[in-house]
């Protein structure tokens, strides 16, 4: 092996993966690039716009900002494995959806993402309550009220 490389196994999505990855490789590369996980999007790679967040052992984090020798031993979940097995939309999806809260679609894995694991912290938000953890996540098109709407849509369903 390579002094410049590293072996790791993570898990993503519920399937374990053993790989040789390069010392600066990010994570959003290997995900998009390795593993043709291509719903995880490079927008600023600054960590700024939170369109590459995914969930690492259940918590948010900007995949662009981490390097995937970070992630071993990891489970990391992406936009990929939000969907239920059966391949029906997850009730944030299926929110979204019939709310309208996306346009061009770029942000929203990352905003999906996000919003999976604050719901999972807090089942009944407050409409300020999803704006302050939508902050970090950057949308140009769609002026963020029917992705609140959305949200809140979401909560009520999982709460059943």
């Known amino acids: 092996m390579d002094i410049d490389e590293h072996e790791i196994t993570l898990s993503v999505n519920g399937v374990s993966y053993k790989r040789r990855v390069e010392s600066r490789l990010l994570l959003s590369d290997f995900l998009r690039?390795?593993?043709?996980?291509?719903?995880?999007?490079?927008?600023?790679?600054?960590?700024?716009?939170?369109?590459?967040?995914?969930?690492?052992?259940?918590?948010?984090?900007?995949?662009?900002?981490?390097?995937?020798?970070?992630?071993?031993?990891?489970?990391?979940?992406?936009?990929?494995?939000?969907?239920?097995?059966?391949?029906?939309?997850?009730?944030?999806?299926?929110?979204?959806?019939?709310?309208?809260?996306?346009?061009c679609g770029y942000c929203t894995p990352g905003i999906l993402m996000t919003m999976r694991a604050f719901l999972d912290e807090n089942a009944s938000p407050s409409e300020d309550e999803v704006r302050e953890a939508l902050s970090g996540n950057l949308c140009r098109c769609t002026g963020y009220q029917n992705i609140v709407d959305a949200v809140l849509t979401a909560a009520e369903r999982m709460r059943g």
């Not at 489970?75 to 029906?88: F, H, K, P, Q, V």
């Open 33 to 103: 690039h390795d593993l043709a996980l291509a719903g995880t999007h490079v927008g600023c790679e600054h960590g700024v716009c939170g369109a590459c967040t995914i969930l690492l052992d259940g918590q948010p984090i900007r995949s662009c900002l981490m390097l995937a020798v970070q992630a071993n031993t990891h489970e990391i979940s992406t936009i990929e494995g939000l969907a239920n097995r059966d391949g029906s939309y997850h009730p944030l999806q299926q929110a979204m959806h019939d709310h309208h809260g996306l346009q």
